[in-house]
Nanobody
């Protein structure tokens, strides 16, 4: 059964960068579509972006386009979320999720536990 784990969160200042990782110790990720989501305190979870097994990228949140980029490293069984030019409004718990379907379908069935990202001066 697929299990996901995120890492790489932390406290950074506005304008700085972070790279989050999503990995699995139970399955290879190269056959899965991986989505990144975030949830800030008191707000609903929002979809950020998605990368499929062919490295097609779908941005669900256009406010991060140009700043956030996903990438796969199949040798490390990891999907990354590179976050540049971070803003305080990017602060949230970031989670990755997996589906055998498409980015458009958004039928994510397996979720990680999340990693906290805080952007503050």
């Amino acid at each position: 059964q697929l299990q996901l784990a995120e890492s790489g969160g932390g406290l950074v200042q506005p304008g700085e960068t972070l790279r989050l990782s999503c990995t699995s110790s139970t399955s290879t990720l190269d056959q899965w579509t991986i989505g990144w989501f975030r949830q800030a305190p008191g707000k609903e979870r929002e979809a950020v972006l998605c990368i499929n097994m062919h490295n097609y990228i779908e941005y669900y949140n256009f406010f991060v386009k140009g700043r956030f980029t996903p990438a796969r490293d199949n040798a490390k069984n990891t999907v990354y979320l590179q976050m540049n030019s971070l803003k305080p409004e990017d602060s949230a718990v970031y989670s990755c999720a997996a589906t055998k379907g498409s980015c458009i379908a958004r039928d994510f069935s397996t979720w990680g536990q999340g990693t906290q990202v805080t952007v503050s001066s």
